[in-house]
């Protein structure tokens, strides 16, 4: 779990290339958004979810995302670290692929 948190932090993936081709930059967040949805999906089981929010594992798992992924200059990062927030305060993980809802909408 340590390491999809850790991997997050995009800043630090994607450079090691070093080449002057514009692609490079998109690898790091690429592998961010995987590990945070396999963070994601790691907190659907209970014993996981309680393992990431005890006492002794906030302060390299959950505060990271608080003090610096949420602020990612890149928005996709800093969504989806917002995304993993809202499921670890919440406990409650959206299956992706939309819908969502009672069907909403107007009435008329």
């Known amino acids: 779990i340590g390491t999809f948190v850790h991997c997050h932090d995009c800043k630090s993936q994607g450079k090691s290339e070093g080449g002057s081709g514009g692609g490079g930059g998109d690898n790091g967040v690429d592998i961010t958004l995987l590990c945070g949805s396999m963070l994601r999906s790691s907190l659907r089981h209970t014993s996981i979810y309680q ?46 692929g939309g819908g969502g809802g009672s069907g909403g909408g107007g009435g008329g």
């Open 51 to 96: 393992w990431v929010l005890e006492d002794a594992n906030c302060d390299r798992l959950v505060y990271p995302f608080l003090d610096e992924y949420v602020h990612d200059p890149n928005f996709d990062v800093s969504s989806d670290a917002l995304e993993t927030v809202r499921v670890m305060f919440t406990g409650s993980v959206v299956p992706s």
